[in-house]
């Protein structure tokens, strides 16, 4: 079985460590706390590669330390990384700001990486506000954004579909 | 791996892999194994990538170490839960090396413990991202503040307690037009100019929680303008320097101001052009009353000078239209003051039967002339004594019996009163007039009440009237707190009815207990009236009377001679001398003189109307033992049938030399003549000339002689040679008006009197002075009281109101 190695990027406190529990151990905690370093997961997920032919591929999530004002991310973190999942928390709009940020560096560090943003929390926001937010940020401007996706890790809101996605493309 | 290296390496907790150019494993340290993953056993020829999965990936860069081409690779602070309490972390290197036994390439991969310096990053870390979360949440919210507080369209300013500015939103500055670098740091009073919005212990609002609410000022903008602001505020306690600040919220009035103060104008302009309105109405009839008065009065003394038929008709004429012109502005006057909710009602004891019964008295004159009978009803046991407004009941019952009579023409017009309710303290009296006049149709019924709408304008050419009258009436019994109503059939007549409740007067009912003797008496009443029938009827009856009633002579004569009749005494005959074809006072008086003397009866009264007084001496003449002119009056009634003493008063008394026909009744004629004329002093005082002409004809007509001044000055210098009994006084004259004069006169004779307290004590030699004044207002009475004048006569004056008011004082005068 292939593994491929993907990486979760964003500012802190955006829920990249709970949208991997939320995909992996299918589970949430209101509690916030800060990752540090780095924790790798694994899930396998079956994928149609090629001729609707499933094969099934582990993913090596890796959930990296949010970005502060103070210390942004290792760029050794991300080498060998096929894809990522950009992570902004809607109810903060300087992560959202910071996503191109995050893009930039990752393709620096692997200009063939692919990209799927997550606007993250979106249970906390109408559903009006969402959709002005997934308006503005269509990152027309990045061919390797293949995917945007409004999450919940609270409510597993496209959650499933962002990773299902990825993998698929990154195979 | 050297034996050494390992040495050094053990107790620095750092483990290490020999890994081959395939990534598998060659070699490890005895404790590699706690830094695999979960579950991945660390043994000899295997991938090395299953038990350290953070090498997938990295192949081409470890090989490129593995080669030399690159001096390292290194993971720092990797994470390894085994379960799910605390997690292990290590940083990874991996460096090139050589097998010395086969010179073969491979990697060192080597493993730190760095848990502890991770865990405490963690906890940095954390503390630092909760406090960034915490800054934002604040700074987000302060934000929204910011925001409700600039967009807020209300200015707000904040003061530190010596009211220095500290914040301001942008309708702060749009409201005072100062730029935020200006008002900053700047005293409050830079904009609010007033006192009582700055600190000072006393103030409520200095009190935390306590706010002021909705308080205008008048603000000075930056470029002069007033500015009209209503602000709420408070004082607040800051948390961080533990100081009071206040807040203001002020909002921007000026145009509601200006809209109020349009308003306000317009209501003002109104009631000014009300006011002035109501004035210039009082003025008019002052106006008008003058010359009424000249011209009234001249009338009346053409009237008794010789004339032939044809120009007593003209002056007659004149009179009689002068009387409407005056009734008119009257009304108009009253209409004016109703509608203005200027009407004052009076309330006095009045005496309701003989209110009602004089109305009808005064009126009666004018029905009868016109052919048709008048009559009050009024039940025997009626409450009579009532407080209220005498004159205003009057006006009403005026009105309605007066319409009655100008709108019939055969028939009758008579007036009932009922009690409606009674309480302890109240009544509600009923009073309803019917006529049997043309009558209205319904649509013109409704119209009836409002001014200016007589029902159809061809009835006002043939009648005559402004209609007016029932609308001031309706006024007044609103006004009185009852109501008026109508109803009306056409051609068959119209009954007007009003409901007024009034006070109980606490004075007692007189005692209305009738004479004993008339118990029993047996009565007979010949009239073709049938309300005048009924009258006796009601009334006698009620002192236990026995009544039989006729209305024609035949049926007088069936009633005479019924079976046992014959020679029998009535007591008391009633004829009324005017029966249809049959002339009463003949008949009547054949018929006594073809009694057999014993059945005589005792009283035998003819019925007069009041405009036939010549049969007076006709029936006295044909044997009647008295008369009683219609209408009827319960006292005269009572008084005529007990009378015992006969022949009644005769008419001699009636014209007393150079008195002019008298409307009163000759039933109420004094029995003696005037008593001589006290010779008075007279100074009349007028500007006008055909006023004085007037005056002084009445004058001389009543005996009386006077001098004539036309102002106030000349009053004080004639008073200087003579000393007058009594001044006739005009209120408005030149240089020295009426009320003036009065006013000196009263100081001048102030110290022979040596007080000058009651207005209506007079001083031994000082003059009476008996105002007379065209304005015909209550207010002006009040006004010529209020300058010490004793009395007060309105005009246009009527002589035998002069020779009363003279006969008065001229009375007090002689008794001193
Ligand atoms: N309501 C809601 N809360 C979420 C969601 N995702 C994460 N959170 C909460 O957000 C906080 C941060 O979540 P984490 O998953 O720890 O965020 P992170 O991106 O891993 O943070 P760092 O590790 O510091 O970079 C936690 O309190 C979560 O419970 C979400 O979709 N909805
Ligand atoms: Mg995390």
Same mark, same amino acid.
Not at chain 2, 105 to 120: N, Q, Y
């Given at each position: 079985?292939?593994?491929?190695?993907?990486?979760?990027?964003?500012?802190?406190?955006?829920?990249?460590?709970?949208?991997?529990?939320?995909?992996?151990?299918?589970?949430?905690?209101?509690?916030?706390?800060?990752?540090?370093?780095?924790?790798?997961?694994?899930?396998?997920?079956?994928?149609?590669?090629?001729?609707?032919?499933?094969?099934?591929?582990?993913?090596?999530?890796?959930?990296?330390?949010?970005?502060?004002?103070?210390?942004?991310?290792?760029?050794?973190?991300?080498?060998?990384?096929?894809?990522?999942?950009?992570?902004?928390?809607?109810?903060?709009?300087?992560?959202?700001?910071?996503?191109?940020?995050?893009?930039?560096?990752?393709?620096?560090?692997?200009?063939?990486?692919?990209?799927?943003?997550?606007?993250?929390?979106?249970?906390?926001?109408?559903?009006?506000?969402?959709?002005?937010?997934?308006?503005?940020?269509?990152?027309?401007?990045?061919?390797?954004?293949?995917?945007?996706?409004?999450?919940?890790?609270?409510?597993?809101?496209?959650?499933?579909?962002?990773?299902?996605?990825?993998?698929?493309?990154?195979? | 791996?050297?034996?050494?290296?390992?040495?050094?390496?053990?107790?620095?907790?750092?483990?290490?892999?020999?890994?081959?150019?395939?990534?598998?494993?060659?070699?490890?340290?005895?404790?590699?194994?706690?830094?695999?993953?979960?579950?991945?056993?660390?043994?000899?020829?295997?991938?090395?990538?299953?038990?350290?999965?953070?090498?997938?990936?990295?192949?081409?860069?470890?090989?490129?170490?593995? %080669?030399?081409?690159?001096?390292?690779?290194?993971?720092?602070?990797?994470?390894?839960?085994?379960?799910?309490?605390?997690?292990?972390?290590?940083?990874?290197?991996?460096?090139?090396?050589?097998?010395?036994?086969?010179?073969?390439?491979?990697?060192?991969?080597?493993?730190?413990?760095?848990?502890?310096?991770?865990?405490?990053?963690?906890?940095?870390?954390?503390? +630092?991202?909760?406090?960034?979360?915490?800054?934002?949440?604040?700074?987000?919210?302060?934000?929204?503040?910011?925001?409700?507080?600039?967009?807020?369209?209300?200015?707000?300013?904040?003061? @530190?307690?010596?009211?220095?500015?500290?914040?301001?939103?942008?309708?702060? !500055?749009?409201?005072?037009?100062?730029?935020?670098?200006?008002?900053?740091?700047? %005293?409050?009073?830079?904009?609010?100019?007033?006192?009582?919005?700055?600190?000072?212990?006393?103030?409520?609002?200095?009190?935390?929680?306590?706010?002021?609410?909705?308080?205008?000022?008048?603000?000075?903008?930056?470029?002069?303008?007033?500015?009209?602001?209503?602000?709420?505020?408070?004082?607040?306690?800051?948390?961080?320097?533990?100081?009071?600040? =206040?807040?203001?919220?002020?909002?921007?009035?000026?145009?509601?101001?200006?809209?109020?103060?349009?308003?306000?104008?317009?209501?003002?302009?109104?009631?000014?052009?009300?006011?002035?309105?109501?004035?210039?109405?009082?003025?008019?009839? %002052?106006?008008?009353?003058?010359?009424?008065?000249?011209?009234?009065?001249?009338?009346?003394?053409?009237?008794?000078?010789?004339?032939?038929?044809?120009?007593?008709?003209?002056?007659?004429?004149?009179?009689?239209?002068?009387?409407?012109?005056?009734?008119?502005?009257?009304?108009?006057?009253?209409?004016?003051?109703?509608?203005?909710?200027?009407?004052?009602?009076?309330?006095?004891?009045?005496?309701?039967?003989? +209110?009602?019964?004089?109305?009808?008295?005064?009126?009666?004159?004018?029905?009868?002339?016109?052919?048709?009978?008048?009559?009050?009803? =009024?039940?025997? %046991?009626?409450?009579?004594?009532?407080?209220?407004?005498?004159?205003?009941?009057?006006?009403?019952?005026?009105?309605?019996?007066?319409?009655?009579?100008?709108?019939?023409?055969?028939?009758?017009?008579?007036?009932?009163?009922?009690?409606?309710?009674?309480?302890?303290?109240?009544?509600?009296?009923?009073?309803?007039?019917?006529?049997?006049?043309?009558?209205?149709?319904?649509?013109?019924?409704?119209?009836?009440?409002?001014?200016?709408?007589?029902?159809?304008?061809?009835?006002?050419?043939?009648?005559?009237?402004?209609?007016?009258?029932?609308?001031?009436?309706?006024?007044?019994?609103?006004?009185?707190?009852?109501?008026?109503?109508?109803? +009306?059939?056409?051609?068959?007549?119209?009954?007007?009815?009003? !409901?007024?409740?009034?006070? =109980?007067?606490?004075?007692?009912?007189?005692?209305?207990?009738?004479?004993?003797?008339?118990?029993?008496?047996?009565?007979?009443?010949?009239?073709?009236?049938?309300?005048?029938?009924?009258?006796?009827?009601?009334?006698?009856?009620?002192?236990?009377?026995?009544?039989?009633?006729?209305?024609?002579?035949?049926?007088?004569?069936?009633?005479? @001679?019924?079976?046992?009749?014959?020679?029998?005494?009535?007591?008391?005959?009633?004829?009324?001398?005017?029966?249809?074809?049959?002339?009463?006072?003949?008949?009547?008086?054949?018929?006594?003189?073809?009694?057999?003397?014993?059945?005589?009866?005792?009283?035998?009264?003819?019925? =007069?109307?009041?405009?036939?007084?010549?049969?007076?001496?006709?029936?006295?003449?044909?044997?009647?033992?008295?008369?009683?002119?219609?209408?009827?009056?319960?006292?005269?009634?009572?008084?005529?049938?007990?009378?015992?003493?006969?022949?009644?008063?005769?008419?001699?008394?009636?014209?007393?030399?150079?008195?002019?026909? +008298?409307?009163?009744?000759?039933?109420?004629?004094?029995?003696?003549?005037?008593?001589?004329?006290?010779?008075?002093?007279?100074?009349?005082?007028?500007?006008?000339?055909?006023?004085?002409?007037?005056?002084?004809?009445?004058?001389?007509?009543?005996?009386?002689?006077?001098?004539?001044?036309?102002?106030?000055?000349?009053?004080?210098?004639?008073?200087?040679?003579?000393?007058?009994?009594?001044?006739?006084?005009?209120?408005?004259?030149?240089?020295?008006?009426?009320?003036?004069?009065?006013?000196?006169?009263?100081?001048?004779?102030?110290?022979?009197?040596?007080?000058?307290?009651?207005?209506?004590?007079?001083?031994?030699?000082?003059?009476?002075?008996?105002?007379?004044?065209?304005?015909?207002?209550?207010?002006?009475?009040?006004?010529?009281?209020?300058?010490?004048?004793?009395?007060?006569?309105?005009?246009?004056?009527?002589?035998?109101?002069?020779?009363?008011?003279?006969?008065?004082?001229?009375?007090?005068?002689?008794?001193?």
């Amino acid at each position: 079985m292939i593994s491929k190695k993907i990486c979760m990027v964003g500012d802190f406190s955006v829920g990249k460590t709970s949208l991997i529990r939320r995909f992996v151990e299918r589970q949430f905690s209101d509690q916030y706390l800060s990752t540090v370093g780095v924790k790798i997961s694994r899930k396998t997920v079956a994928v149609e590669a090629n001729k609707a032919e499933k094969t099934d591929v582990q993913l090596l999530i890796w959930d990296l330390e949010g970005s502060t004002k103070f210390k942004g991310i290792a760029p050794s973190y991300l080498q060998g990384s096929k894809g990522i999942l950009v992570v902004a928390d809607v109810t903060r709009p300087d992560t959202i700001e910071h996503l191109e940020d995050h893009i930039q560096l990752f393709l620096s560090v692997n200009p063939e990486g692919l990209i799927m943003v997550a606007f993250n929390k979106s249970d906390l926001i109408e559903e009006a506000k969402l959709a002005k937010i997934l308006a503005q940020y269509q990152f027309t401007n990045q061919p390797k954004v293949l995917g945007i996706y409004a999450t919940s890790a609270k409510t597993g809101q496209d959650v499933d579909n962002i990773f299902q996605s990825l993998a698929e493309k990154i195979i | 791996m050297k034996p050494l290296l390992k040495k050094i390496l053990a107790p620095r907790r750092i483990e290490y892999l020999e890994v081959s150019e395939k990534f598998t494993i060659q070699d490890t340290s005895d404790g590699v194994q706690r830094f695999a993953d979960a579950g991945q056993k660390v043994r000899h020829g295997k991938d090395v990538r299953a038990s350290f999965p953070e090498l997938v990936g990295v192949e081409d860069i470890l090989l490129e170490v593995l %080669h030399g081409e690159q001096p390292a690779f290194e993971l720092k602070g990797i994470a390894r839960y085994s379960d799910h309490t605390l997690p292990l972390y290590f940083d990874l290197y991996a460096i090139d090396d050589e097998d010395e036994d086969t010179g073969k390439k491979k990697l060192m991969i080597f493993f730190e413990d760095v848990t502890e310096r991770m865990v405490l990053e963690q906890t940095l870390v954390q503390r +630092s991202n909760e406090a960034s979360l915490l800054y934002n949440a604040l700074a987000s919210a302060k934000d929204y503040i910011n925001k409700i507080i600039t967009s807020m369209a209300d200015a707000l300013i904040v003061t @530190t307690i010596n009211g220095q500015i500290k914040t301001i939103n942008q309708a702060t !500055e749009d409201l005072f037009g100062y730029d935020r670098n200006e008002l900053i740091d700047a %005293h409050i009073s830079k904009i609010i100019n007033d006192a009582r919005f700055w600190y000072n212990a006393q103030q409520k609002f200095a009190t935390p929680g306590k706010i002021f609410k909705d308080i205008e000022v008048v603000c000075l903008a930056k470029e002069g303008t007033e500015i009209v602001v209503s602000f709420s505020g408070a004082a607040i306690n800051t948390e961080l320097n533990l100081s009071q600040e =206040l807040v203001y919220v002020g909002r921007d009035v000026t145009a509601r101001k200006e809209a109020q103060k349009v308003l306000e104008f317009a209501r003002r302009e109104a009631e000014m052009a009300s006011q002035a309105k109501s004035s210039f109405l009082a003025n008019m009839s %002052h106006e008008i009353r003058t010359p009424m008065h000249a011209l009234l009065g001249m009338t009346g003394l053409l009237l008794e000078t010789e004339l032939n038929d044809e120009q007593r008709d003209f002056v007659e004429t004149i009179r009689i239209s002068g009387d409407a012109l005056l009734s008119l502005i009257n009304e108009i006057l009253d209409l004016s003051k109703l509608e203005a909710g200027q009407m004052e009602l009076e309330s006095h004891d009045f005496d309701l039967i003989a +209110s009602v019964e004089e109305v009808v008295e005064m009126l009666a004159p004018t029905a009868h002339a016109k052919g048709i009978e008048i009559a009050s009803l =009024l039940p025997p %046991h009626l409450p009579r004594q009532m407080r209220g407004d005498k004159m205003r009941l009057r006006q009403i019952i005026t009105n309605l019996v007066g319409n009655g009579i100008k709108f019939t023409d055969v028939g009758e017009v008579t007036l009932e009163v009922t009690l409606v309710e009674e309480s302890a303290t109240t009544a509600r009296v009923g009073l309803a007039v019917t006529d049997t006049g043309i009558g209205m149709s319904p649509a013109d019924q409704q119209k009836l009440f409002q001014a200016f709408a007589q029902a159809d304008v061809s009835t006002t050419r043939k009648y005559g009237g402004t209609g007016l009258g029932l609308a001031i009436c309706k006024q007044l019994v609103g006004l009185m707190g009852g109501e008026i109503g109508v109803e +009306s059939e056409l051609e068959r007549g119209s009954r007007f009815w009003v !409901e007024i409740p009034f006070a =109980l007067s606490v004075k007692p009912e007189p005692g209305a207990t009738p004479p004993r003797d008339l118990v029993g008496q047996r009565l007979l009443v010949v009239d073709d009236n049938a309300t005048t029938r009924r009258v006796v009827r009601e009334v006698a009856s009620s002192w236990g009377m026995a009544v039989a009633e006729a209305a024609t002579p035949a049926a007088a004569v069936e009633v005479l @001679t019924a079976p046992g009749e014959p020679g029998r005494r009535w007591d008391v005959l009633l004829v009324d001398g005017d029966l249809g074809l049959t002339d009463g006072i003949v008949w009547g008086g054949e018929l006594l003189l073809g009694m057999s003397p014993q059945a005589v009866p005792g009283r035998t009264i003819a019925l =007069l109307k009041s405009n036939r007084l010549e049969d007076v001496k006709r029936a006295i003449e044909a044997g009647f033992t008295s008369y009683l002119v219609k209408p009827l009056k319960q006292s005269k009634l009572l008084e005529a049938i007990s009378a015992t003493t006969y022949p009644p008063e005769t008419q001699t008394n009636q014209t007393a030399p150079g008195v002019t026909p +008298s409307p009163a009744l000759p039933s109420e004629l004094p029995a003696h003549p005037a008593p001589p004329l006290p010779k008075l002093r007279i100074l009349l005082a007028d500007d006008n000339m055909v006023n004085q002409k007037v005056a002084l004809k009445q004058l001389e007509r009543l005996g009386y002689q006077a001098d004539v001044v036309a102002n106030g000055a000349e009053v004080l210098q004639r008073l200087d040679k003579v000393a007058y009994d009594i001044i006739l006084m005009d209120c408005q004259m030149p240089i020295i008006d009426g009320y003036e004069a009065t006013r000196e006169i009263r100081r001048r004779y102030q110290h022979s009197n040596g007080d000058s307290g009651e207005p209506r004590e007079v001083a031994p030699n000082r003059p009476v002075v008996i105002a007379m004044t065209a304005s015909a207002m209550k207010e002006d009475e009040q006004k010529c009281f209020a300058a010490g004048m004793d009395d007060y006569l309105s005009k246009p004056v009527r002589k035998e109101q002069l020779q009363a008011i003279l006969t008065y004082w001229g009375n007090r005068l002689l008794e001193g």
